[in-house]
């Protein structure tokens, strides 16, 4: 069996930044040649960032990533990694936009893989099954492909496939089974969610079953806008066993050799293969062509053996904190924002952003604001202090009251307004530093307030970034226990443990205008995150009457969510890109 050195590029790219992305390319393609590596795989669209967005109606858009995929063949030629198998993402086209009067059925915008060698673009593959749901639109964007392209090297053939040609059976599986390849690279920009790992091993294995061979998925890291990529690179036999898989949220070089069936000397006759029968829940043909491409490719021997080996998966707690991290992270940095800065109240949200963000960037960056008003109680003012000198982030205090006084003197308000003036007064402060200093403000309202519409317009939900914007508050707590055992603990644990209160009124507590936030919780996460109605959401053991209350306040506050800051996705479904409801909407629960 001849053995091939396979590496998968686990990188970061940035969307738009098309010369720094092949800069990437070029540096891990020659940490992959001084492995030893025949080829090494990057990610989906990695060479243009993903997702670009409407980015691909842009002519000059595609005619950039088009021309960099030419240069950095040549580029890599000039490296003297001209021998190396390199495959890489990215955006092509064989024809206007499908929003174009121009254009033709079957061609347009494509999602694209490439192998480059020796100086040239060898290969290409169209992606086939075009994900259409959660956060993904690809029918807008692209057209499918209808072929499979296989390329030999060495003797040792191999299928391209892209990201979503994974997630469903038939099509290139199913293809690159009937072809008789020995390997299917399937190049990926899989947005995290919680235990999506435990998700993907399964479904390599079905794929690997599917297609009769071994499979290598690479996946991206890195934070783009709302989504966040975790890695999670693996690679399978084609019995589904096993053989490497890379860390989540690491970006690292995955290195493994692989001893692959040699290719047949004479293609398979028409619906023969050489393939098991597969072992998959069901049989689904295929209608693609395949694109047999023979590249005069030498697997030299290599004296060691590689093993890539098997990085164990982390904690849920942690792995939420790292995806957190990496997306404040890379929203700061690709945006390039210097600093942060943030209202440190002592209550448990921001004392979580706070950590968060000196995780993420260092307390040199981070500014946290007291902006205590006549109603902040003094534990609060302290556990502010407090979270600033352990963590070490800037610190200052910025009393609200004067101002507030301020505008009570020019102004009649009572109750619920006068509550909103000092969130708003607080907004306006964070701005105004944002304004003075360069910071990017960081608003803190998590996924349960967002839900219920519990925050102030222009107040406390004023802010260009949100990290716990997809958390649920009853996570909030388990995040900040977990990150306290984790070395120094950053957070006061009297954050931690006195019930949550906005402060805006005396002896004001959440559990005033909320249902405990362990009844609430599951609620939201049942309506909003699996769509279930009235009727199923009481089925499951919900009080009507309250299921009825929750239910209202999530659908009067669409408008809120609407106007609110990006957040990094972490569930299932998340408010925004995922999760899109009219403002103006009469459809009630029930009635």
């Not at 164990?312 to 792995?319: G, L, N, P, T």
């Not at 910025?398 to 003036?421: K, T």
């Not at 005396?506 to 362990?518: A, F, G, I, N």
């Amino acid at each position: 069996m001849p053995t091939l050195r396979i590496a998968l590029a686990q990188v970061n790219s940035t969307v738009g930044d098309i010369p720094g992305n092949a800069a990437v390319i070029r540096r891990w393609s020659r940490a992959a040649a001084d492995s030893g590596a025949h080829l090494v795989a990057f990610p989906e669209m990695m060479l243009t960032g993903y997702p670009i967005e409407d980015l691909v109606f842009r002519n000059s858009f595609v005619d950039a990533s088009q021309r960099a995929l030419r240069a950095l063949a040549a580029d890599l030629a000039a490296d003297g990694l001209g021998e190396l198998a390199v495959v890489v993402g990215y955006v092509d086209a064989d024809g206007p936009a499908a929003i174009s009067s121009e254009a033709a059925p079957g061609n347009g915008r494509r999602d694209a893989s490439a192998l480059l060698h020796r100086g040239e673009v060898a290969a290409t593959y169209f992606k086939h099954h075009l994900p259409n749901y959660g956060v993904f639109d690809e029918d807008r964007y692209f057209e499918p492909g209808d072929s499979l392209t296989v390329v030999r090297l060495g003797g040792v053939d191999v299928a391209l496939t892209v990201c979503e040609d994974i997630w469903q059976a038939g099509g290139p599986f199913t293809a690159a089974r009937r072809a008789g390849v020995g390997l299917v690279v399937n190049i990926n920009a899989s947005p995290y969610e919680l235990n999506k790992d435990d998700v993907r091993l399964p479904l390599v294995r079905r794929r690997a079953a599917e297609a009769g061979a071994a499979v290598a998925y690479v996946n991206m890291i890195g934070g783009q806008d709302e989504l966040v990529f975790d890695g999670d690179s693996i690679i399978v036999a084609a019995d589904g066993e096993l053989l490497a898989r890379a860390g989540q949220f690491t970006e690292e070089l995955l290195v493994h050799d692989l001893d692959l069936p040699l290719a047949d000397a004479a293609p398979n006759a028409e619906l023969a293969t050489d393939a098991a029968k597969p072992q998959v829940e069901q049989e689904i043909p295929d209608d693609m062509a395949i694109d047999q491409i023979v590249l005069d490719f030498a697997l030299t021997a290599n004296e060691d053996r590689r093993e890539g080996g098997v990085t164990e998966r982390i904690a849920d707690e942690a792995e939420v904190w790292a995806a957190l991290v990496m997306g404040l992270r890379d929203y700061v940095d690709k945006n390039g924002f210097r600093s942060v800065v943030l209202g440190l109240s002592g209550g448990i949200d921001s004392a979580v952003v706070a950590a968060i963000a000196v995780d993420a960037l260092g307390p040199e960056r981070v500014t946290g604001v007291s902006l205590p008003s006549g109603y902040s109680s003094e534990h609060s003012k302290d556990d502010a202090a407090d979270m600033a000198k352990r963590t070490g982030l800037t610190y200052r205090v910025e009393p609200i009251q004067p101002m507030v006084d301020a505008f009570l003197a020019n102004m009649s308000l009572s109750g619920l307004a006068v509550e909103n003036l000092q969130a708003r007064v607080r907004g306006v402060i964070l701005m105004a530093l944002s304004n003075s200093d360069g910071h990017l403000v960081l608003t803190t309202g998590n996924k349960s307030e967002l839900a219920v519409g519990y925050s102030t317009l222009y107040g406390d939900s004023v802010g260009g970034y949100n990290p716990l914007k997809d958390v649920p508050k009853t996570m909030v707590w388990q995040l900040a226990r977990w990150r306290n055992t984790q070395g120094d603990p950053p957070i006061p644990e009297n954050s931690i443990t006195k019930p949550p209160s906005a402060e805006l009124r005396p002896d004001q507590k959440d559990s005033d205008s909320l249902p405990d936030y362990e009844v609430l919780d599951p609620i939201i996460k049942g309506y909003v995150d699996h769509d279930l109605g009235r009727a199923e959401l009481i089925a499951a053991g919900n009080d009507p009457a309250l299921v009825d209350r929750v239910l209202r306040m999530v659908d009067l506050a669409e408008y809120k969510r609407r106007q609110s800051a990006p957040g990094t996705k972490i569930s299932g479904k998340a408010f925004g890109r995922d999760r899109r409801l009219p403002i103006t909407n009469r459809f009630r629960e029930g009635n």
